[in-house]
């Protein structure tokens, strides 16, 4: 109960907030219903033009990831995930015994293009985060993409976001008592049951219920955005269609929530909210540094 009393608390104090003074892409309203049910879909957040340009970029990227794979010293088959970095993003994959090749991510993929910040970390996600969290600092620990190309064979079964940042750094603290992080979920395709999209489980949010698991497909369209809650139970299939279904993900917690440095570049920044409403970046000691550690996954 403690959980769901904190998250109540949490929405309240946006209740003097009008959707008019709130920056980012969510409204007051926005806010209540992702602490209620743990996810947020918001239609139509990106321009034409923004999708286009996604488009076009995730799929030189993914181009240029697989022929440097290709090229790669290494050619040593496993199931296991092998690491290659670019630029310093990094690029994580499997070389199958059979000699294919599944891409599963691009690790601070900004590294390799640097204009993909444009939409992970605009302005307009930053202050989306900071009203989200509901506080002036946060720092950006995720941008990646996600392929899931045709057949590759890529899933991810059921887990919570907090999991990993757990796991990935043992001093993990959730300061804020709200979760103190939050993933948004850009769809390059179209994202549904049969290309590998995303499920959660409705009944396990705040936390597990002890009755049966109830999956809800997420069906989304570019242009739309996704925010999830770390404590949100969810998966995604294997890619069954003949099509991609790309996807790039961006990630912020509350600054101090976090304590080691994420795989690929630009990440582990340290945004400041302020009190004239302009945004400071400012770079941790660690946000350059490249490391091989145990992945943080998503």
Request: with cysteine.
């Amino acid at each position: 109960m403690k959980i769901l009393a904190t998250i109540f608390l949490f929405f309240l104090s946006f209740s003097t907030l009008t959707a008019k003074e709130m920056r980012g892409f969510l409204t007051t309203e926005d806010i209540r219903l992702f602490f209620e049910q743990g996810y947020l879909l918001k239609r139509g957040c990106l321009s034409q033009e923004e999708i286009n340009g996604l488009d076009k970029t995730t799929e030189t990227l993914i181009k240029y990831a697989l022929e440097e794979i290709q090229r790669s010293i290494d050619q040593t088959l496993s199931e296991r995930d092998q690491f290659l970095y670019i630029a310093g993003s990094r690029v994580v994959f499997k070389r199958h015994l059979d000699d294919s090749i599944s891409l599963a991510r691009i690790n601070g993929v900004s590294g390799m293009e640097p204009s993909l910040l444009e939409t992970l970390r605009s302005e307009k996600m930053i202050y989306t985060f900071f009203e989200l969290l509901n506080t002036s600092e946060l720092e950006h620990l995720i941008s990646q993409i996600h392929p899931k190309l045709p057949g590759d064979g890529i899933a991810y079964p059921k887990h919570r976001d907090i999991q990993f940042r757990q796991s990935y750094d043992p001093d993990w603290q959730d300061i804020l008592g709200n979760g103190s992080y939050a993933i948004c979920i850009i769809p390059v395709d179209p994202m549904n049951a049969t290309n590998g999209g995303l499920w959660i489980d409705k009944n396990s949010y705040p936390k597990p219920q002890g009755i049966e698991e109830e999956h809800i497909w997420i069906d989304a369209n570019p242009g739309d955005l996704l925010f999830m809650h770390p404590y949100l139970f969810h998966g995604s299939g294997p890619n069954l269609s003949s099509t991609s279904r790309r996807t790039l993900l961006t990630g912020f917690c509350a600054f101090g929530a976090n304590h080691r440095p994420y795989p690929g570049a630009d990440v582990n920044q340290q945004l400041v909210l302020k009190d004239d409403g302009s945004i400071e970046t400012r770079h941790l000691s660690w946000s350059q540094k490249v490391t091989e550690r145990t992945d943080a996954n998503h």
